[in-house]
């Protein structure tokens, strides 16, 4: 390794070393049993590196050895010499590429498990996480941090034990050589490290300023380039001000970049500098020695040799605590996400639901959602402290019955309650007190499949994947074939559609399914409910947002995905219920009436308040 590659280290260290809290004792305990997994290619790899490190201090003593031999004219010492230098270069080629397969595989395997459990985990997270969590938070612990755990692996471990070997035996040679050129030759040294940490963090300060002016411009193009972020810039922002507040956060990118490109510059000029001042020392006290006659020329040359293969491992050993705690605390963020207990979990001895018409029931419900403390992390929502209100009750002793093939609608004010109702049957969440069944049954003691399959929901925004049509639509059911998926389509009222796609079901929908129109979406949404074939339909606000003639559309469509089917449709048009066999009236977190609509109406209350108001408007 040579002394530019390890300057080059030297700083890379200084300026990824992640200042934060200090790690637990019980991180270490946890990497340390994820190391005894792999304790066997560990060892390996272990093992390896210390006979590589061997045959590094050997060519350079070889190299000595015939220099000698050369001196003393001894041909036959030369070759043989020569011939072994050779077998140690090629063992060690062939170990360096043994030991690199050792790393990458250790380390692809590491970051292999630790994503599949970041992820899998955060799958199970409840809907209140995914309403706090910053998504780009979130997925940094799946990349950046997993491989900052990685490099504890494949890179630092490895580094310390062979750098520890190799300054150990190549101090032992240096000193049976000489001890005094040795001692001199390491007074150096601090001149070499001292300037690489200050260097080091001056370069780090640099690097956290452009990461951030990197962030204020990925942000504001992440925002402005989504297709809701150009529409709203194009109706009301000032597309000059945008240009110019991207164009002063790419300046001050530049800026920093050229900065750090000269410190750099200089602090490798510095320490190569160092390097050939280190070697003019031990050639000029060495030579004297030799023509003095107490050192061989081949021992100045060995001398000389050693001294690079002393200086990188040494160098390398002064940054490997940094190393060691960036590595850490990479760990530490990883286990934080790992650490947190999902509020809805699946019971053990969870079971399904027998099959068979399914009544949906709320016995006595109470419901408060959780605080943040209870489901999120300060570092994922990147806030200092995070947010301790919650437990206020929204959803009061509320109970009622929906029978087998039955629709009941919810109606009511905004923020009553009625979409937490649907996230409680779908159990988004679970109830603070009392039940929610389906067929008899806790939905806490159904498994999280059963009750996938059991009840279907369509939301208001009708959101997609940016894939294709087919992929979005095969999520309700992943061994559905073509001829389902077009029949769905047909009878969610999108024949015509499909038929005019040029590339049919492969046809890509775009970011959140922006490619189509709203009335489309929601219909496609309609399609995939009709491909899941559920036994319970939650439709929650399905054609709000519809204007006249694609909310027509939709209701033919939602006809046939309701029939024969138990149905909670929360609605805002009251004229979307008026055949519901029940309707509630949701007031703050209480069914403040209930009836079908002519009872509602003769009642003269709240639905009756509520008519009025929407037709008169509508008239």
Same mark, same amino acid.
């Given at each position: 390794?040579?002394?530019?590659?390890?300057?080059?280290?030297?700083?890379?260290?200084?300026?990824?070393?992640?200042?934060?809290?200090?790690?637990?004792?019980?991180?270490?305990?946890?990497?340390?049993?994820?190391?005894?997994?792999?304790?066997?290619?560990?060892?390996?790899?272990?093992?390896?590196?210390?006979?590589?490190?061997?045959?590094?201090?050997?060519?350079?003593?070889?190299?000595?050895?015939?220099?000698?031999?050369?001196?003393?004219?001894?041909?036959?010492?030369?070759?043989?010499?020569?011939?072994?230098?050779?077998?140690?270069?090629?063992?060690?080629?062939?170990?360096?590429?043994?030991?690199?397969?050792?790393?990458?595989?250790?380390?692809?395997?590491?970051?292999?498990?630790?994503?599949?459990?970041?992820?899998?985990?955060?799958?199970?997270?409840?809907?209140?996480?995914?309403?706090?969590?910053?998504?780009?938070?979130?997925?940094?612990?799946?990349?950046?941090?997993?491989?900052?755990?990685?490099?504890?692996?494949?890179?630092?471990?490895?580094?310390?034990?062979?750098?520890?070997?190799?300054?150990?035996?190549?101090?032992?040679?240096?000193?049976?050589?000489?001890?005094?050129?040795?001692?001199?030759?390491?007074?150096?040294?601090?001149?070499?490290?001292?300037?690489?940490?200050?260097?080091?963090?001056?370069?780090?300060?640099?690097?956290?300023?452009?990461?951030?002016?990197?962030?204020?411009?990925?942000?504001?193009?992440?925002?402005?380039?989504?297709?809701?972020?150009?529409?709203?810039?194009?109706?009301?922002?000032?597309?000059?001000?945008?240009?110019?507040?991207?164009?002063?956060?790419?300046?001050?990118?530049?800026?920093?970049?050229?900065?750090?490109?000269?410190?750099?510059?200089?602090?490798?000029? /510095?320490?190569?500098?160092?390097? @050939?001042?280190? *070697? +003019?020392?031990? $050639?000029? %006290?060495? =030579?004297? &020695?030799?023509?003095? !006659?107490?050192?061989?020329?081949?021992?100045?040359?060995?001398?000389?040799?050693?001294?690079?293969?002393?200086?990188?491992?040494?160098?390398?050993?002064?940054?490997?605590?940094?190393?060691?705690?960036?590595?850490?605390?990479?760990?530490?963020?990883?286990?934080?996400?790992?650490?947190?207990?999902?509020?809805?979990?699946?019971?053990?001895?969870?079971?399904?639901?027998?099959?068979?018409?399914?009544?949906?029931?709320?016995?006595?419900?109470?419901?408060?959602?959780?605080?943040?403390?209870?489901?999120?992390?300060?570092?994922?929502?990147?806030?200092?402290?995070?947010?301790?209100?919650?437990?206020?009750?929204?959803?009061?002793?509320?109970?009622?019955?929906?029978?087998?093939?039955?629709?009941?609608?919810?109606?009511?004010?905004?923020? /009553?309650?009625?979409?937490?109702? @649907?996230?409680? *049957? +779908?159990?988004? $969440?679970? %109830?603070? =007190?009392? &039940?929610?069944?389906? !067929?008899?049954?806790?939905?806490?003691?159904?498994?999280?499949?059963?009750?996938?399959?059991?009840?279907?929901?369509?939301?208001?925004?009708?959101?997609?994947?940016?894939?294709?049509?087919?992929?979005?639509?095969?999520?309700?059911?992943?061994?559905?074939?073509?001829?389902?998926?077009?029949?769905?389509?047909?009878?969610?009222?999108?024949?015509?559609?499909?038929?005019?796609?040029?590339?049919?079901?492969?046809?890509?929908?775009?970011?959140?399914?922006?490619?189509?129109?709203?009335?489309?979406?929601?219909?496609?949404?309609?399609?995939?409910?009709?491909?899941?074939?559920?036994?319970?339909?939650?439709?929650?606000?399905?054609?709000?947002?519809?204007?006249?003639?694609?909310?027509?559309?939709?209701?033919?469509?939602?006809?046939?995905?309701?029939?024969?089917?138990?149905?909670?449709?929360?609605?805002?048009?009251?004229?979307?219920?008026?055949?519901?066999?029940?309707?509630?009236?949701?007031?703050?977190?209480?069914?403040?009436?209930?009836?079908?609509?002519?009872?509602?109406?003769?009642?003269?209350?709240?639905?009756?308040?509520?008519?009025?108001?929407?037709?008169?408007?509508?008239?």
């Amino acid at each position: 390794m040579s002394m530019e590659s390890v300057a080059w280290g030297s700083m890379y260290s200084a300026m990824t070393a992640q200042h934060r809290r200090p790690f637990s004792r019980e991180t270490v305990t946890r990497v340390l049993d994820l190391a005894r997994q792999r304790r066997g290619a560990l060892g390996a790899f272990i093992a390896l590196s210390v006979v590589s490190a061997v045959l590094g201090v050997a060519t350079p003593v070889l190299a000595g050895r015939v220099i000698d031999a050369m001196t003393a004219s001894d041909s036959g010492l030369v070759v043989r010499l020569a011939l072994l230098i050779a077998v140690v270069a090629v063992a060690d080629a062939g170990l360096g590429l043994l030991v690199r397969w050792l790393s990458s595989t250790i380390g692809e395997n590491l970051i292999l498990d630790l994503r599949t459990a970041v992820f899998d985990h955060v799958q199970r997270m409840p809907i209140a996480f995914f309403t706090r969590t910053r998504t780009g938070a979130l997925v940094s612990r799946l990349n950046s941090d997993v491989l900052g755990a990685q490099r504890a692996f494949s890179g630092t471990l490895s580094g310390v034990v062979s750098n520890l070997v190799a300054v150990v035996l190549t101090g032992v040679v240096m000193i049976g050589i000489s001890w005094q050129i040795t001692v001199l030759a390491l007074v150096l040294l601090p001149v070499f490290v001292l300037p690489a940490r200050r260097m080091g963090r001056r370069l780090a300060q640099l690097s956290r300023d452009a990461a951030a002016y990197n962030a204020t411009m990925t942000n504001q193009s992440t925002e402005r380039f989504s297709a809701p972020g150009a529409t709203l810039v194009k109706l009301f922002g000032r597309p000059e001000e945008e240009s110019a507040a991207f164009a002063a956060a790419a300046r001050r990118v530049r800026d920093i970049g050229i900065r750090s490109a000269m410190l750099q510059s200089v602090f490798v000029t /510095a320490l190569t500098l160092v390097s @050939a001042l280190a *070697l +003019a020392l031990v $050639y000029g %006290v060495g =030579g004297l &020695a030799a023509v003095a !006659g107490t050192l061989d020329t081949g021992q100045i040359v060995s001398l000389a040799l050693l001294l690079t293969r002393l200086y990188a491992p040494l160098t390398a050993l002064a940054g490997a605590r940094v190393d060691l705690m960036s590595a850490l605390v990479s760990f530490e963020r990883v286990f934080e996400v790992l650490d947190l207990v999902p509020l809805v979990r699946e019971r053990d001895g969870a079971r399904a639901l027998p099959a068979g018409p399914v009544a949906v029931e709320f016995d006595h419900v109470t419901f408060a959602y959780p605080a943040a403390t209870d489901v999120s992390l300060a570092s994922l929502e990147e806030v200092a402290t995070l947010d301790t209100r919650g437990g206020v009750e929204v959803i009061h002793d509320l109970s009622f019955r929906v029978e087998p093939g039955q629709v009941v609608a919810l109606v009511g004010s905004s923020g /009553a309650g009625k979409s937490t109702i @649907a996230n409680l *049957l +779908a159990r988004l $969440y679970d %109830v603070t =007190g009392g &039940a929610v069944r389906l !067929g008899g049954t806790d939905v806490r003691d159904l498994t999280a499949a059963s009750i996938r399959a059991t009840v279907g929901v369509v939301t208001q925004d009708g959101h997609m994947f940016h894939e294709s049509l087919r992929s979005n639509l095969r999520l309700a059911r992943p061994g559905a074939g073509d001829e389902e998926i077009v029949d769905a389509l047909r009878r969610a009222r999108l024949g015509d559609v499909l038929a005019a796609l040029p590339d049919g079901l492969d046809t890509v929908v775009g970011e959140r399914g922006y490619r189509f129109s709203g009335g489309e979406r929601q219909r496609l949404t309609i399609a995939r409910l009709l491909l899941a074939q559920p036994r319970v339909v939650v439709l929650d606000e399905a054609t709000a947002s519809l204007d006249s003639s694609s909310e027509a559309a939709v209701q033919a469509a939602l006809d046939e995905a309701l029939e024969g089917r138990t149905a909670i449709v929360i609605a805002h048009r009251l004229s979307t219920i008026r055949s519901a066999d029940q309707i509630l009236v949701v007031e703050a977190g209480r069914i403040a009436e209930r009836g079908t609509h002519e009872e509602l109406l003769r009642a003269g209350g709240r639905y009756a308040e509520l008519h009025r108001t929407q037709f008169a408007t509508a008239d």
